[in-house]
């Protein structure tokens, strides 16, 4: 069974830069779509950026734009998310995810059949 496992996450002050990784491990991975979510207390889980595994095609959410960016490496099975200039609104549990293709609706959680355990990310002002 394909499992993803996050890491990267902790406490850090505004301003400063995170790479998550996201590690796929198990039987063969044929996921086509990858996407990382996060969800802040009291809140809904919210798309943050995608990448299609097959093309590189990438899309961010308009509130990380030209801050975080989304990557791949093929041969390790894994995805980044550099997060740079941090802000205290970027306080929340970070969650990769593999879905089995690239949609329209790949920016909403219905996308994606598989899902890492989350990992924290607090931001300090």
């Known amino acids: 069974q394909v499992q993803l496992v996050e890491a990267g996450g902790g406490l850090v002050q505004a301003g400063v830069s995170l790479r998550l990784s996201c590690a796929a491990s198990?039987?063969?991975?044929?996921?086509?779509?990858m996407g990382w979510f996060r969800q802040a207390p009291g809140k809904e889980r919210e798309f943050v950026a995608a990448?299609?595994?097959?093309?590189?095609?990438?899309i961010y959410a308009d509130s990380v734009k030209g801050r975080f960016t989304i990557s791949r490496d093929n041969a390790k099975n894994t995805v980044y998310l550099q997060m740079n200039s941090l802000k205290p609104e970027d306080t929340a549990v970070y969650y990769c995810?593999?879905?089995?293709?690239?949609?329209?609706?790949?920016?909403?959680?219905?996308?994606?059949?598989?899902w890492g355990q989350g990992t924290q990310v607090t931001v300090s002002s």
């Open positions: 198990g039987r063969t991975f044929s996921s086509n779509a």
């Open positions: 990448l299609s595994w097959s093309t590189g095609h990438s």
């Open positions: 995810a593999a879905g089995p293709r690239w949609t329209i609706l790949i920016s909403t959680p219905g996308a994606y059949d598989l």
